[in-house]
């Protein structure tokens, strides 16, 4: 006896009743990026491993560890499902030439891979919404992002949200910091765990990252990034400080805050939940301008960041957000011959018209039919018999408040419903 398929582990079905809250939240996304002038963009899923090796880096976790790679049958490239979409984003505005005649502002919205452990807020197949705006140069446009999701937890009334920023400089200040850094933990070793030790020798920033309770203490007493700052790199992060504070936006300075992915400079930053656990993070990005380049491109500055979509709705969940339902204006109930030849030509005048429409199929008894229209969740029940369809009418009942059922032309439905819903 053969078992049952089922989805692969961390690859999760989104069923029709969380398919409402996804659907509520991207409408209001789309909205709110458009509010800013944002436009969509949309890349492959599957693109050559070569692309995340030199956009993210040989010696990260994701590019060691994480990625869904494999060989292309047909001709033995190495592809890889994308981890995340910001190298994706960026190939993609090269290979069209979309920043020949201006700066550029995109956004996505689709699902990553990468090789995980599946934890709450944590999968193998997550979704996100990335925003990169391409040939910005100045600390502006790193305040634009984060006062652009300030305002979008607003909007889904989402309290308690703490943003953390940090600096990460230029190259040359890192440079000075790793020498600095890896003295340090070479002279403590013992104390580091073997992600750590490992990371001292290809990565050493990404030390500072690690949640390794036993590690917290040394981290804390390393020497820190902000020390090594030129003056272009301080004068960026305190001008952006300085438009955070106009705007009114708090703020904490986290200067552990490093980022997994090596392209970034300047500017970095994470909003941060206490309401998910270990998953806290539900927006993170910041600057980027090497990586334009690194990717094959002409040198341009470049930002962004990237949002969690199913931490956003597990928070959503934590506040008990209830999503509006999406639901039919008129479920159409018919029996009769006449009357089922008449009911799919009305369903296709209304929808015409505009109405949103379910026509019942499967037969059924006048009673069965209504309490599927009932449990449909539409707000108007269409009932057609053969007498109805005789005289080119229809009786119109609603199912969501007290009122009188009425019989009426069918070319008068829609007004009439139209006033009722509006």
Request: with cysteine.
């Amino acid at each position: 006896m053969s078992t049952s398929i089922q989805a692969i582990r961390g690859m999760n079905d989104i069923l029709p009743e969380q398919a409402d809250l996804w659907t509520f939240f991207e409408s209001t996304v789309d909205d709110w990026l458009r509010g800013y002038g944002y436009r969509p963009i949309r890349m492959p899923i599957v693109e050559q491993t070569a692309l995340f090796k030199r956009a993210i880096g040989e010696v990260t976790d994701i590019v060691e560890k994480e990625m869904y790679t494999f060989t292309d049958a047909l001709n033995g490239e190495s592809l890889t499902l994308r981890p995340e979409g910001t190298a994706s984003c960026v190939r993609a505005v090269l290979q069209h030439n979309l920043l020949y005649n201006a700066p550029q502002r995109l956004y996505y919205n689709g699902p990553m891979f990468r090789h995980e452990r599946p934890q709450k807020g944590r999968y193998r197949q997550f979704h996100q919404v990335g925003v990169e705006s391409l040939g910005f140069a100045g600390p502006d446009m790193d305040a634009e992002h984060i006062a652009m999701t300030a305002r979008l937890w607003r909007l889904l009334g989402l309290p308690d949200i703490e943003l953390q920023i940090n600096t990460l400089g230029t190259s040359e200040d890192r440079a000075r910091h790793r020498a600095r850094l890896v003295h340090y933990l070479e002279q403590h070793h013992d104390q580091l765990d073997e992600d750590s030790r490992r990371r001292l020798l290809t990565n050493p920033l990404r030390v500072l990252d690690s949640k390794n309770p036993a590690m917290q203490a040394l981290i804390e007493t390393a020497p820190k990034l902000l020390d090594d700052l030129d003056e272009v790199s301080l004068k960026h992060f305190e001008d952006l400080q300085a438009m955070l504070r106009d705007a009114g936006i708090e703020y904490r300075i986290n200067p552990r805050l490093v980022r997994g992915l090596d392209y970034y400079n300047f500017t970095v930053f994470e909003w941060v939940t206490t309401k998910l656990g270990a998953q806290g993070t539900v927006c993170a990005g910041g600057r980027y301008d090497g990586l334009i380049e690194q990717i094959g491109g002409k040198p341009a500055p470049a930002c962004g960041f990237a949002m969690g979509v199913e931490r956003l709705l597990a928070l959503l969940e934590e506040y008990a957000f209830l999503a509006p339902r999406i639901a039919a204006d008129v479920y159409v109930v018919h029996q009769g011959e006449a009357a089922d030849k008449f009911a799919r030509a009305a369903a296709e005048r209304l929808r015409d018209q505009g109405l949103h429409v379910i026509l019942h199929c499967g037969g059924g008894s006048f009673k069965s039919q209504m309490k599927k229209a009932d449990a449909s969740g539409a707000r108007y029940a269409v009932i057609v018999g053969d007498d109805e369809a005789a005289a080119g009418e229809v009786s119109l009942k609603s199912l969501r408040e007290l009122e009188d059922q009425v019989r009426v032309a069918l070319e008068s439905v829609v007004s009439l419903v139209r006033r009722k819903i509006e």
